[in-house]
């Protein structure tokens, strides 16, 4: 019985240990967003903000699932900073790792996605 136990216990241990993902931090791009709307009353606008961070983390969870995010920079294996025309992905010290130059989204997270799973030690 003991041995089952310590066999399971061991067990555990190695699957947590396989499913450590790597913790990518995302460099939020705030840009300030305006909205005309003719009403009857004369024009409204309406302006705010729109962040990319939470854009992009989503398009990561559904075609790179093996990578975690962070809020904390410090804790990060890789920080992600997104940029019309590509995207460049480097360490939290901010050497630079890997340039993708993808001009969508998606081929942008499978690209950087290949670089991670390619280089990931964990």
């Known amino acids: ?3 089952i136990l310590v066999f399971c216990a061991m067990a555990s241990v190695t699957a947590a240990a396989q499913n450590v993902q790597p913790k990518v931090f995302v460099v939020d791009k705030v840009t300030a967003t305006a909205q005309s709307r003719a009403s009857g009353s004369g024009v409204t606008e309406n302006s705010g903000e729109h962040h990319s961070a939470p854009v992009v983390m989503a398009e990561f ?10 809020t904390d ?6 920080v992600l900073q997104t940029q019309p025309g590509g995207s460049i992905l480097t360490t939290p010290n901010d050497d630079v790792l890997y340039i993708s130059p993808a001009k969508t989204l998606g081929n942008m997270v499978k690209d950087v996605c290949a670089y991670i799973a390619r280089t ?3």
């Open 1 to 3: 019985m003991t041995r």
């Open 61 to 70: 969870s559904k075609r790179c699932p093996s990578v975690a995010f962070t």
């Open 73 to 78: 920079r410090a804790k990060a294996d890789y």
């Open 120 to 122: 990931y030690k964990h």
